[in-house]
């Protein structure tokens, strides 16, 4: 398998713009997550899906952050409007129904958002 | 408030000096500790869970063992090539993992 695939890998916008990350989570996983890296908070939940529906948007920090997963092999972050502070890198994962009570989330490689 | 803190922030070692990496929580019914590692402009790489005090993982030149209270990553011998970032994180609630902040690991020639 490919692994989460995420796209862009790299975002510069300005202010005010909207921005759209993507992720690819790995084929049969039943949870998806989106989690935002900073230097000051490390690594935060933002929102998480279990076949396709959003189970805890609670991390998501504005009204700002929509995030949506239209199928199982798809699901979109969307910042409208962004803002500066919004920059940071942006990660998706990916695991399997948790029934034991501690599945593994695996990685995407992120995308780094700029925000001018 | 359920919490995960690691330390030593940055740890700089030379080529072959063992040491160790500490992750603290208090999650109250812990579930699972996982351990990750993460390069530059990466994303974090699943190393190993930990379920129960007492449990010891090893894989190549890194072993995790778990208490009640905290973890330990031990690198043994390392080399340049484990330099990276080391994560610690716990899961909180049904599908929720909190992460600490990371020990940035610098291994030197």
């Known amino acids: 398998d490919a692994g989460v695939i995420q796209s862009p890998r790299h975002e510069v916008t300005e202010m005010g713009q909207e921005v759209t990350l993507r992720c690819k989570p790995i084929?049969?996983?039943?949870?998806l997550f989106w989690y935002r890296q900073t230097m000051m908070r490390g690594l935060e939940l933002l929102i998480y899906?279990?076949?396709?529906?959003?189970?805890?948007d609670s991390g998501m920090p504005e009204d700002r952050f929509s995030a949506k997963m239209p199928n199982a092999s798809f699901s979109t972050l969307k910042i409208q409007p962004s803002e500066p502070r919004d920059s940071a890198v942006y990660f998706c994962?990916?695991?399997?129904?948790?029934?034991?009570?501690?599945?593994?989330?695996?990685f995407g490689p992120g995308t780094r958002l700029l925000v001018l | 408030e359920d919490q995960v803190t690691q330390s030593p922030e940055a740890l700089r070692l030379q080529e072959g000096e063992s040491s160790s990496l500490n992750c603290s929580y208090t999650?109250?019914?812990?579930?699972?500790l996982f351990w990750y590692r993460q390069d530059p402009g990466k994303g974090p790489e699943f190393l190993f869970t930990?379920?129960?005090a007492g449990e010891e993982k090893e894989k190549e030149r890194l072993k995790a063992t778990l208490t009640k209270k905290e973890s330990f990553l031990h690198i043994t011998a390392p080399k340049p090539e484990d330099s990276a970032t080391y994560l610690c994180?716990?899961?909180?609630?049904?599908?929720?993992?909190?992460f600490g902040k990371g020990t940035m690991l610098l291994v030197s020639p």
């Open positions: 899906f279990n076949n396709n529906v959003p189970i805890d």
């Open positions: 930990l379920y129960s």
């Open positions: 994962a990916s695991s399997l129904a948790v029934t034991s009570g501690a599945e593994t989330q695996y």
């Open positions: 999650v109250s019914g812990l579930r699972g």
């Open positions: 084929s049969g996983h039943d949870y």
């Open positions: 994180a716990v899961y909180v609630g049904y599908s929720t993992l909190t």
